[in-house]
């Protein structure tokens, strides 16, 4: 089902729209416009994913026992010190 409405432009976004109509690039300014808010969709879904396995991996490691801290020593290592351990597991 589509639904027709009306959208305004700025001059500079209408001339892009047209440009990419005479190319071929799309059959019109109305599917060009769709094809733009069916990436804002997509780009907000995996955002949303993304923010989604941050918030779980968060939680996973508020739930990590204080046993299992690395403590640091010097700051100035610290990734050589990570690497360390992570090649001794």
């Given at each position: 089902?589509?639904v027709?409405?009306?959208?305004?432009?700025?001059?500079?976004?209408?001339?892009?729209?047209?440009?990419?109509?005479?190319?071929?690039?799309?059959?019109?300014?109305?599917?060009?416009?769709?094809?733009g808010?069916?990436?804002?969709?997509?780009?907000?879904?995996?955002?949303?994913?993304v923010?989604s396995?941050?918030?779980?991996?968060?939680?996973?490691?508020?739930?990590?026992?204080?046993?299992e801290?690395?403590?640091?020593?010097?700051?100035?290592?610290m990734?050589?010190?990570?690497?360390?351990?992570?090649?001794?597991?």
């Amino acid at each position: 089902m589509t639904v027709k409405t009306a959208v305004s432009f700025t001059e500079r976004h209408h001339q892009f729209a047209k440009q990419k109509v005479q190319e071929g690039s799309c059959a019109s300014v109305s599917s060009l416009v769709a094809q733009g808010i069916e990436k804002l969709m997509l780009e907000e879904q995996e955002r949303d994913a993304v923010l989604s396995g941050m918030a779980d991996a968060i939680k996973a490691r508020m739930q990590t026992p204080r046993s299992e801290f690395i403590e640091m020593d010097d700051m100035d290592t610290m990734f050589d010190d990570i690497r360390e351990r992570l090649r001794s597991r």
